[in-house]
């Protein structure tokens, strides 16, 4: 059985990164592809980006391009989701998800960044 | 990008009832079409890949049909436990990107 761990909620200054990891348990990690979904309180879902950890690729949503870098460290099972120049905008629940044929069957429990001055 | 639209944006019904639920997209996604269900407080929960397909421990009443850019989420009679956000997902094109949801609330 996979589980996914995210780490624990953030407040950042605009302006400033934020970084959210991703532990995974069960299953083969570097198998994995993972990948990371926003939602802003009261709204949809939104896709990052992902990463397959075997080969060290990340792909990114145009609209995050030059902002988000999302790693992994095979060696402790962890993906990992670095935004930067955050906004107002960007406060939301960030979810890792396990990606298998393109559908995610595995999710974290979410990790709460708020963006405040 | 493929853009997903779900109808209705609020459906109110009470338990046992059928709920359809409907999700066009903006372009064919072939079948590759997934729906989650998101209960509040929780991340949301792969119900239907591949348009058709149940994922692993989801009961009969949800079904999935439909290709090309025209798809149904269909929940045979409401439980309780099935008042929630679902989310319609295509894997198509790069990337994926999620319809906007449709809640379903009690009557």
């Known amino acids: 059985q996979v589980q996914l761990v995210q780490s624990g909620a953030e407040v950042k200054k605009p302006g400033s990164s934020v970084k959210v990891s991703c532990k995974a348990s069960?299953?083969?990690?570097?198998?994995?592809?993972i990948s990371w979904v926003r939602q802003a309180p009261g709204q949809g879902l939104e896709w990052m980006g992902r990463i397959i950890p075997i080969l060290g690729i990340a792909n990114y949503a145009q609209k995050f391009q030059g902002r988000v870098t999302i790693t992994a460290d095979k060696s402790t099972s962890t993906a990992y989701m670095e935004l930067s120049s955050l906004r107002s905008e960007d406060t939301a629940v960030y979810y890792c998800a396990r990606v298998q044929d393109g559908d995610l069957d595995y999710w974290g429990q979410g990790t709460l960044v708020t963006v405040s001055s | 990008e493929i853009v997903l639209t779900q109808s209705p944006a609020t459906l109110s019904l009470s338990p046992g009832e059928r709920a359809t639920l409907s999700c066009r997209a903006s372009q064919s996604v072939s079948s590759y079409l997934a729906w989650y269900q998101q209960k509040p407080g929780q991340a949301p929960r792969l119900l239907i890949y591949?348009?058709?397909n149940r994922a692993t421990g989801i009961p009969a009443r949800f079904s999935g049909s439909g290709s090309g850019t025209d798809f149904t989420l269909t929940i045979s009679s409401l439980e309780p436990e099935d008042f929630a956000v679902y989310y319609c997902?295509?894997?198509?094109?790069?990337?994926?990107?999620f319809g906007p949801g449709t809640k379903v609330d009690i009557k």
């Open positions: 069960g299953g083969t990690f570097s198998s994995y592809t």
């Open positions: 997902q295509q894997r198509s094109n790069w990337p994926p990107t």
């Open positions: 591949d348009a058709s």
